[in-house]
């Protein structure tokens, strides 16, 4: 099956400073990735669209200046949490649409957990 | 708008037990259905996913769901509950017309007692 890997698994970062998470689609080449956040005991919540070689599509009440989104590629999107604070402490995690399937389907990635000291 | 609700957050059973997992969803055209489960502290993994063909549908691990149109729900069922079963499960809905976005429900955490 299609495999999306995440990294870092987990990070620890001082207030202020910015941190980078990286998504890869492993097998197939990802159009549309996802980035979701989650926090503990809670649903997924989609923080933004990630199309290759466009700007990213934020949901309303994210906001874009502070979560940088780069799809660079068709196998890797970055999510760059910019002067993370800690209420920005949480579990990221991207998914990736594979075109090829059958049906619209995301593959999700492992998860990055933040904690902003 | 679409949306999803899971009737209970938390669901315990006894290994051995039927699997019971109830999802009802919002959606003012035809649904894409999914549901995901989630072990402790990974992402998320596909179970099974209804696309409009057979209602019911057949996933991993035994698992298996049936979409009824009537009642806008798609609950989640398994006959006989394991230990490795325990874990959140989310239950999710695409338009099919939106890139593949989704909607979740607020999850339902698994217990299964020995």
């Known amino acids: 099956g299609a495999v999306v890997s995440q990294h870092p698994s987990w990070v620890i970062c001082k207030s202020g400073t910015s941190v980078k998470i990286e998504c890869r689609s492993l097998?197939?080449?990802?159009?549309?990735m996802f980035w979701y956040r989650q926090f503990p005991k809670q649903s997924l919540m989609l923080m933004a669209t990630?199309?290759?070689?466009?700007?990213?599509?934020?949901e309303q009440g994210v906001e874009k200046d502070k979560f940088l989104i780069n799809h660079a590629s068709l196998t890797l999107s970055t999510l760059t949490v910019t002067s993370a604070h800690p209420e920005d402490s949480s579990f990221y995690i991207c998914?990736?649409?594979?075109?090829?399937?059958?049906?619209?389907?995301?593959?999700f990635g492992p998860g990055t957990r933040l904690t902003v000291l | 708008a679409q949306s999803v609700t899971q009737l209970g957050s938390h669901v315990s059973v006894s290994e051995g037990a039927l699997v019971l997992l109830r999802c009802n969803y919002s959606?003012?055209?035809?649904?894409?259905l999914f549901w995901y489960v989630q072990y402790p502290n990974q992402g998320l993994q596909l179970l099974l996913k209804y696309t409009s063909a057979a209602t019911l549908v057949k996933g991993i691990n035994g698992f298996e769901a049936e979409f009824k149109k009537s009642e806008t729900s798609f609950h989640l069922t398994k006959p006989s509950a394991h230990m490795s079963d325990a874990a959140e499960y989310f239950c999710a809905v695409s338009d099919q017309t939106s890139g593949s976005r989704l909607t979740f429900g607020e999850g339902t955490q698994l217990t299964v007692n020995p």
């Open positions: 990630s199309n290759e070689g466009s700007k990213a599509t934020y």
């Open positions: 097998d197939f080449q990802a159009t549309t």
């Open positions: 959606s003012s055209v035809p649904p894409y």
């Open positions: 998914s990736a649409r594979d075109p090829a399937g059958s049906t619209d389907t995301q593959y």
